[in-house]
């Protein structure tokens, strides 16, 4: 493990001015499940903190004796008691001063329903629960949240619907899964600015996975990766602190193993507070490889993920998106 000592010390009462993420419009889907409503704090507090318009959506299949007793628009009180759902409201966070955008459709496929909203509407972000209703009316995860994952055309900040280690605002570690490929750069990218936004500080984790060939293969164990390559996975990411990161506090590290096992055993024994991955997306082929790890991380993580598609939009300002 090789600590690098760029730091940043602050809270984003004192970043506001220094958010970097083009961010206007955020939408928060909602089936109105304790899973969904988990992921409201995180939606007002980045909608505030960039000032971006919050956009409220229901998608309903049809009539059904499952569905809630509940209805768009969602009452600004009922919006407030979801926003201390934490405890504690985030900080600088008024409901009032926010522009929400609430709307409610029918549409046969909720994923489709709210992809087709996302492209209408412009959206850069989506903020939404990984723990919803069973049923016709359920929201994520599976069918609903994969889906949206594979095929919006915007980053996905994923919140689960059991108690996350921080509140909404209270991120103070962030973790990236790097594979050397342009997405995963493309997420770190994101993961510094989201860094600036919160104070957070970074870390790069580099799966090694063991590959075994069988024994017509002559493949001797002493090929297995060892502490050399450990150390010159390292001294990678390093250089890629250096290039991309710069002035936040930032750890890599290198272990070996699986990939999706990698990542969330870290995640779970090291306090982190989100995750930031790369999804190649789409279909097919392109989302093999690190897609297929983004969606094995999504289904397990003990935190929220925030994932950053390989096509579509980006959030990084015109200087820092390449």
């Known amino acids: 493990m090789r600590a690098l000592l760029y730091i940043l010390e602050s809270h984003p009462s004192q970043t506001q001015q220094a958010v970097m993420l083009s961010i206007r419009r955020i939408l928060w889907p909602t089936d109105f499940s304790k899973g969904a409503d988990r992921a409201f704090p995180h939606a007002a507090a980045l909608a505030s903190w960039h000032e971006a318009e919050l956009h409220v959506l229901h998608v309903t299949e049809g009539r059904s004796g499952n569905a809630p007793d509940a209805d768009i628009p969602i009452p600004k009180s009922t919006l407030s008691s979801l926003l201390s759902g934490d405890g504690d409201p985030p900080p600088h966070v008024d409901l009032d001063a926010l522009t929400l955008v609430q709307e409610q459709r029918e549409h046969r496929s909720p994923p489709e329903a709210i992809v087709g909203y996302v492209e209408e ?50 991120v103070r570690n962030i973790l990236v899964p790097v594979d050397f ?19 957070a500080q970074i870390t790069l984790l580099h799966a090694v996975e063991e590959v075994i060939y069988p024994s017509a293969y002559g493949v001797e164990p002493a090929n297995l990766p060892g502490p050399q390559v450990i150390e010159r996975v390292e001294g990678s990411l390093a250089e890629l602190v250096q290039a991309e990161v710069g002035h ?32 190649h997306g789409r279909t097919g082929f392109e989302r093999m490889l690190l897609g297929s790890v983004a969606e094995r991380v999504l289904r397990r993580a003990p935190v929220p993920v925030f994932t950053v598609p390989s096509f579509g939009k980006s959030l990084l300002p015109a200087s820092d998106d390449s």
């Not at 096992?261 to 930031?276: G, K, Q």
């Open 121 to 170: 509407q412009e959206i850069d972000l989506i903020v939404a629960g990984t723990r919803g209703r069973r049923g016709l009316q359920r929201l994520l995860i599976g069918s609903v949240a994969e889906e949206v994952l594979r095929t919006a055309p915007c980053p996905v900040l994923t919140v689960r619907g059991a108690a996350d280690r921080a509140p909404a605002w209270a």
């Open 181 to 199: 490929s342009d997405a995963s750069l493309e997420a770190l990218r994101h993961a510094k600015e989201l860094a600036l936004t919160y104070g």
């Open 248 to 279: 936040e506090h930032a750890t890599v590290e290198a272990k070996v193993g699986y990939a999706p096992s990698t990542i969330l055993d870290y995640a779970e024994m090291n306090e982190v507070d989100l995750v930031v991955i790369a999804t």
